[in-house]
């Protein structure tokens, strides 16, 4: 029930081109999902969040979609740039659970020049 | 805004030492406190929630004699690993919640070694 599912576990693509990263979750009572960013031997950045009233939400290159219906929300980068290479996670959470975040496994973003 | 920092960075200590890792909120106030536990290329694992003034809440099948948590201000929580073991090795990360906020902010996170 507290399980978020991402892919692809791994994920290249080329400088200019758009990442795509899912995530599925199980808990209906989760009522928000960010998104972090994550380079080697730092903590994670939050990218951009979004709550279940909106289906999308962008900032700059990042833009969430989400689906309540199915359960799932993605990351879209636009213009993926060499700099964006990082691990992506998503989350989410909600006041049943304490606001404590249930992350997903993570995604290895290559942006090749 | 909204910065969380760590210290130290990281740290080598012999196993059976203490070692005391602080996590700060700069420049917001942090009724809630979170500590993760990430080993190389896996996802972030909590380890504890800290809620200021009270006692930290242990997530399953976390010892919560070995790993001390104390969040003694709305701007400082320490994580102290007891009695260090080489499997104790790990990246240890905070964050801070803004209060009234759902937002976690991170901190950059801590290696241990313990040899």
């Known amino acids: 029930q507290q399980q978020v599912k991402q892919s692809p576990q791994s994920l290249i693509v080329q400088k200019g081109g758009i990442s795509i990263i899912n995530c599925a979750y199980e808990?209906?009572?989760?009522?928000?999902f960010p998104w972090y960013q994550q380079f080697p031997g730092k903590g994670p950045a939050l990218l951009i969040a979004?709550?279940?009233?909106?289906s999308e939400k962008k900032e700059g290159r990042f833009t969430i979609s989400f689906n309540k219906s199915a359960k799932q929300f993605s990351l879209h980068i636009m213009d993926s740039q060499p700099g964006d290479s990082a691990t992506y996670f998503c989350?989410?959470?909600?006041?049943?659970?304490?606001?404590?975040?249930?992350f997903g496994e993570g995604t290895q973003l290559t942006v090749n020049p | 805004g909204a910065v969380v920092s760590q210290h130290p960075s990281w740290v080598i200590c012999k196993s059976g030492t203490s070692v005391k890792i602080e996590c700060r909120s700069l420049?917001?106030?942090?009724?809630?406190m979170f500590w993760y536990r990430q080993f190389p290329k896996q996802s972030l694992m909590l380890m504890a929630t800290?809620?200021?003034?009270?006692?930290?809440?242990?997530e399953q099948g976390v010892e919560k004699d070995k790993f001390l948590i104390n969040h003694a201000s709305l701007t400082l929580s320490t994580l102290t690993v007891t009695s260090a073991h080489p499997e104790d090795s790990s990246f240890y990360i905070c964050?801070?919640?803004?209060?009234?906020?759902?937002?976690?902010?991170f901190g950059p996170g801590t290696r241990l070694l313990v040899l």
């Open positions: 964050s801070a919640r803004d209060s009234g906020r759902e937002t976690q902010y």
């Open positions: 800290s809620n200021e003034g009270s006692k930290a809440t242990y």
């Open positions: 989350a989410a959470s909600g006041i049943t659970s304490g606001s404590r975040l249930t």
């Open positions: 420049d917001f106030q942090a009724t809630t």
């Open positions: 979004i709550r279940p009233d909106v």
């Open positions: 808990n209906t009572a989760f009522d928000y």
